[in-house]
């Protein structure tokens, strides 16, 4: 019997946008910025994020609602590029992507 984790990967995702959306969405980008383990926080939520996105693997193909290579894309450069990471643009993402985020992974919940 095989499991499908695709339901599981999918709530994670969620859970981790909401989190992140939780964390950041109401604060002025400079707060976010001055707070050091804040930053590494967030940095931390976007690269769980990321994995519970390539977890989902194959199945990613018939859920075009997400942006499956962004986010793990963001996911591959915040765990390899350390020293690339401008924590503005997490802020950005955080407030302007992750709503429409949630949404896209809230209807693909209903689906299963």
């Not at 999918?10 to 109401?26: I, K, S």
């Not at 949404?103 to 919940?109: D, E, K, S």
Request: charged residues 20%.
């Amino acid at each position: 019997m095989t499991v499908d984790r695709v339901p599981a990967h999918l709530a994670d995702m969620l859970r981790f946008t909401q989190e992140l959306r939780g964390l950041v969405e109401t604060m002025p980008v400079s707060d976010f910025v001055a707070n050091r383990v804040l930053c590494l926080a967030v940095e931390k939520l976007f690269i769980n994020l990321g994995e519970a996105a390539a977890r989902v693997g194959a199945d990613a193909v018939n859920m075009p609602a997400i942006p499956w290579r962004r986010v793990i894309g963001l996911r591959n450069i915040l765990a390899h590029g350390y020293e690339q990471v401008a924590y503005e643009i997490l802020h950005e993402t955080v407030v302007r992507e992750l709503p429409a985020l949630e949404t896209g992974l809230q209807q693909l919940l209903h689906r299963y």
